[in-house]
């Protein structure tokens, strides 16, 4: 059973970049927008999972309240689907006026001091088509990881895909993505990391709109051992089909304290930053998966 589901999975996948990006732009958003309705009035387990999410997100937030935010969460979720699917099919020019970022300077003047740099951001909007302005608007190749996925083949499609955008991307287990990234920002390169969810033991715990929360500690650890700039970002849409986003200040290496303290203080100033965003632009975050430690715990007992 394990394994049809395995090759369902991505034979969807393959249909959705085989069938979409041929489709009319206003047919596509208009098959996003009902699959993400239809998705929705299921009330399935990650609906009710990014309603619960974002019942910590939003202050005092009443059922109707969060039912609305969760059916805005599920539009812009598919719409994230629908341009990366269309993505490859994308002109240069389209996808550097698909984009329009505040505060850039931050990340090229970064980029000029040779030091490396370090893009961090939460699963917010389309991290992917925030990469594709990277390497085609400002001309920079850039390199991230990627979580390894269920079947293998479906997990080569997607490397595939970001490939095929101009990203290097490095499997998250099973290689050595920690030194390669190391020595790519040593060289000056840049780095992008999507880093507000880490379940593993080596996540750093942070307090995140209140209550705790593990993160990953890499893009802290990076910015320690080679010197590299760590800049959060965060993205979002509005009602055009541009997609808005920050390249946010500099999160500094704290000058006292070892590594695990520093570690520490730096990824809870990058939660810090997400949830600033995230509170700013609820509905584009796409969490549809337990983060909070009270959640994993309860699913634990």
Same mark, same amino acid.
């Given at each position: ?76 979720? /598919? ?49 992917d088509l925030a990469g594709v302005w990277v390497t085609r608007a400002l001309g920079v190749p850039f390199t991230t990881v990627a979580e390894r996925l269920k079947p293998e083949t479906l ?33 000056g390169g840049l780095v992008c990391l999507v880093a507000d969810r880490d379940l593993s033991a080596s996540g750093v715990e942070v307090s995140f709109f209140g209550e705790r929360a593990r ?27 541009? /997609?808005?986003?920050?390249?946010h200040a500099p999160i500094e290496v704290p000058e006292s304290g070892n590594r695990t303290e520093k570690t520490s203080l730096m990824t809870q100033a990058l939660a810090d930053v997400f ?11 796409? /969490? ?14």
């Amino acid at each position: 059973m394990s394994g049809f589901k395995d090759r369902l999975s991505d034979g969807l996948y393959g249909l959705g970049w085989a069938t979409v990006k041929k489709l009319p732009e206003p047919v596509a958003r208009g098959l996003g927008r009902r699959i993400a309705d239809s998705v929705w009035k299921r009330r399935g387990k990650s609906v009710l999972r990014l309603e619960s999410n974002l019942a910590r997100v939003v202050p005092d937030p009443t059922p109707e309240r969060l039912q609305e935010l969760s059916r805005a969460g599920m539009r812009s979720y /598919m719409r994230y689907w629908m341009e990366s699917f269309r993505l490859p099919t994308w002109s240069k020019e389209r996808a550097a006026n698909s984009f329009d970022p505040k505060d850039v300077h931050h990340l090229t003047e970064g980029l000029a001091t040779g030091r490396g740099v370090v893009l961090a951001l939460p699963h917010m909007a389309n991290w992917d088509l925030a990469g594709v302005w990277v390497t085609r608007a400002l001309g920079v190749p850039f390199t991230t990881v990627a979580e390894r996925l269920k079947p293998e083949t479906l997990f080569d499609r997607f490397v595939a895909y970001r490939e095929s955008l101009g990203m290097e991307v490095l499997p998250h287990t099973g290689g050595s993505a920690f030194g390669t990234l190391a020595r790519r920002l040593r060289a000056g390169g840049l780095v992008c990391l999507v880093a507000d969810r880490d379940l593993s033991a080596s996540g750093v715990e942070v307090s995140f709109f209140g209550e705790r929360a593990r993160m990953p500690a890499g893009p802290a650890i990076l910015a320690q051992q080679t010197g590299a700039l760590l800049l959060p970002v965060t993205l979002w849409y509005d009602d055009t089909d541009v /997609m808005r986003g920050r390249v946010h200040a500099p999160i500094e290496v704290p000058e006292s304290g070892n590594r695990t303290e520093k570690t520490s203080l730096m990824t809870q100033a990058l939660a810090d930053v997400f949830a600033e965003g995230i509170a700013d632009h609820p509905e584009d975050w796409h /969490m549809l998966q337990r983060l909070w430690l009270a959640d994993l715990e309860e699913r634990t007992a």
